[in-house]
């Protein structure tokens, strides 16, 4: 099984020969590439390779997919990378043509961090790369993510350290990791693991380092164009037969409950792999939220009765509450129901709601805040509807404080267009600050701006100034913009 990358089109460079050293630890031993006569025995291509050493299959660098709008995949011309056991020492990218180095590249390289990883992960190092450029450092031996991208003339290494599985079939869902143990890792591989591992029927991924991608845009606001930069995924998907780099996999389908002793392999020549070994069955539950995807529906909604508009789920202190911002119509009616259809319902009285229940009438033209509740495992329900909607919070938003919202104006929409949109005109610093709903924590919104996440990092804009601020929102996901005045 393995991680697919498309094979690398094309040679970039031009030969160079002598090269001097700059590495992220700033050593400096004047090393020199050796060209080659002919004996390096591995494919055309480029490799990342040891400046005193010659290239290794295992460290070869080929095309891969990068991210694009809605957490979708997307070519980019000259970006290549690949996950390779590295020792520490001197480095250059190679290019071999004909069992020959025709070509090095080396540069200058620091270490920068941001706050992607929810466990902390966030150093890795960037060399500015150039033909002849000096050779940089790994300063420690262990696996990394290495990736080149053509266009901005910069080479990524990330050292890998963590994986977890993250998903609905886990128990932490969508929000919360569930960390593999590493094992030893060498020149030939290494692998995480874990025991009594729960997994139930729905869907997972594989993580690194508890994130995503390492965004490299420009402006993280800007969206995903060429000429913005890149995402770098740091995810794996599609199956476990199977394993697919980033959102070039879709997530892992999970068809049979049990307890699992998961492994995740990692080959220096095949790539990653996952054994799942069935231990024992799962416990017996009478009550999974992940059975009640509860969306709200109804002439009332900017769908009208043809799509939900998504709520979001969580669970505390034995309650569990799915929550989201609807903006409403005048007039109309609703009603709430699971996985987008009408096998299970819920209407009738607010406080007491009831499965099948008559539809509720619209509290109202504009945004208003949802909750839908059961303390006992859906023997009964309650919502709430408020008229509150969005807000920002934060030291970098208008507000300056983590204490008190900035409202957004829900804007009106036009029915059947399937998006609403929320916004606010206002002075904002480089400080950190979130998305809000209700004037309260349990529904927030952070992250990415392309992909805004439930519970996801605190935001923060490159420059401080006066931004239009528009969160989006098409029924599933959440978008967000800032335009600086």
């Not at 490799?47 to 980019?76: C, H, I």
């Not at 995503?212 to 998907?237: E, H």
Request: proline content about 2%.
């Amino acid at each position: 099984m393995k991680t697919k990358f498309s094979n690398l089109l094309g040679i970039f460079f031009m030969a160079v020969a002598l090269l001097m050293v700059t590495s992220c630890d700033n050593d400096d031993d004047g090393l020199v590439i050796d060209t080659g006569d002919g004996d390096i025995n591995v494919a055309d291509g480029l490799y990342l390779s040891l400046a005193d050493g010659v290239p290794s299959s295992t460290a070869q660098l080929t095309a891969e997919m990068v991210e694009n709008e809605g957490f979708t995949s997307q070519e980019r011309s000259g970006f290549v990378g690949g996950y390779m056991f590295l020792e520490a020492g001197d480095y250059n990218v190679v290019q071999v043509v004909s069992k020959e180095v025709t070509t090095t590249i080396g540069g200058t390289a620091e270490m920068v961090s941001d706050e992607g990883s929810s466990c902390d992960y966030n150093e890795y190092c960037v060399v500015s790369t150039a033909e002849g450029g000096n050779s940089f450092a790994v300063a420690e031996t262990g696996l990394y993510r290495v990736t080149h991208d053509s266009q901005t003339s910069e080479l990524i290494m990330y050292k890998i350290v963590d994986a977890s599985l993250i998903g609905n079939a886990t128990e932490g869902g969508w929000s919360a990791d569930t960390p593999l143990t590493a094992g030893t890792f060498d020149a030939e591989g290494g692998s995480w693991t874990a025991e009594n591992v729960l997994l139930r029927s729905g869907q997972w991924k594989v993580r690194f380092n508890c994130r995503w991608n390492l965004d490299r845009r420009v402006d993280p606001n800007a969206g995903f164009a060429s000429d913005n930069g890149y995402q770098l995924f740091t995810n794996l998907g599609g199956s476990v037969n199977d394993l697919l780099n980033g959102n070039d996999g879709p997530n892992i389908e999970q068809t049979e409950d049990g307890i699992y002793t998961v492994t995740l392999d990692f080959d220096a020549r095949n790539g990653f792999s996952i054994d799942l070994v069935k231990t024992a069955e799962a416990p017996e539950i009478t009550f999974n939220p992940n059975d009640y995807a509860f969306g709200v529906i109804g002439s009332a909604t900017v769908n009208g009765w043809d799509a939900d508009r998504n709520l979001f789920h969580k669970e505390e202190g034995g309650v569990h509450t799915w929550y989201g911002v609807v903006v409403f119509a005048a007039d109309g009616e609703f009603k709430f129901r699971t996985n987008d259809a009408w096998d299970f319902d819920l209407g009738g009285d607010l406080a007491a709601l009831s499965v099948g229940g008559s539809n509720l009438a619209s509290p109202g033209a504009g945004a208003h805040y949802i909750k839908i509740m059961t303390s006992d495992e859906g023997e009964t329900w309650s919502g709430s509807v408020d008229a509150m909607g969005w807000g920002v919070i934060g030291a970098g938003s208008p507000s300056g404080n983590w204490d008190n919202d900035t409202a957004m104006m829900g804007d009106a929409f036009e029915a059947g267009s399937g998006v609403t949109t929320h916004s606010l005109t206002g002075d904002f610093t480089t400080d950190e600050w979130k998305f809000r709903a209700g004037g309260e924590w349990g529904l927030n919104l952070g992250g990415d701006f392309g992909f805004l996440n439930v519970d996801g990092n605190n935001l923060s804009l490159a420059e401080a100034g006066t931004y239009v601020v528009t969160l989006s929102f098409d029924g599933e996901v959440y978008t967000a913009t800032a335009e600086k005045q």
